[in-house]
């Protein structure tokens, strides 16, 4: 009897006491049931699909003229005129185009090197690639939400915040596509 006295007890306690109702959803920690539940650390590793396609044009056309004259005639008493004019013509024509296209299209896999305090993933790596002496690199940095990382542990280039993306080429290649150094110097006198 006394333990049924506690119970009813222990029951008019808790009705006094306001419910609370907290959702089972929290959005800093979800994460889909088919996906890799382990929490991302520094030193994790991620594969970013990069594809880049940029492109950029611009024209302008400039015309301008100006057209001047001026003219004195005289008349003198032996009946002769004489006359005396200036006249000023001047035109330019300008046009200009510059157009500028580029795409990468690459994947390369990145280490986690700091967690931000919002949860987002710091990002950062290199990938080296040569081919017949010639050495293709490639690096990545920026800031990735762990939302956006898929079951596969992949993101989208596309999805990465702050990204700093660098594709640079070293070898013969590379080095028939720049000028020579004579030609530098004939350009840095504008001949």
């Known amino acids: 009897m006394r333990a049924v006295l506690k119970g009813m007890l222990l029951l008019v306690l808790l009705a006094g006491a306001p419910a609370r109702a907290d959702s089972l959803y929290q959005p800093q920690s ?6 890799d539940l382990r929490q991302r650390r520094v030193g994790d590793l991620v594969t970013v699909m990069v594809y880049e396609n940029a492109s950029a044009s611009s024209s302008a056309n400039t015309r301008a003229g100006r057209n001047a004259q001026a003219s004195l005639d005289a008349q003198v008493p032996n ?4 006359g005396a004019g200036i006249q000023a013509n001047n035109e330019m024509d300008g046009h200009g185009t510059t157009q500028r296209a580029g795409k990468v299209l690459a994947q390369l896999t990145v280490s986690v090197r700091e967690i931000a305090p919002n949860g987002d993933l710091l990002v950062s790596g290199t990938q080296l690639l040569d081919i017949n002496n010639e050495r293709q690199t490639i690096t990545l940095e920026g800031r990735v939400r762990p939302q956006d990382i898929s079951d596969t542990n992949v993101v989208l280039s596309t999805r990465v915040a702050d990204a700093r993306i660098s594709y640079a080429g070293q070898g013969d290649l590379a080095d028939r596509q720049r000028p020579a150094w004579w030609q530098r110097l004939l350009n840095l006198f504008g001949v």
Request: charged fraction near 10%; avoid cysteine; aromatic fraction near 20%.
């Open 30 to 35: 979800y994460q889909p049931l088919t996906s």
């Open 79 to 82: 009946g002769r005129a004489y």
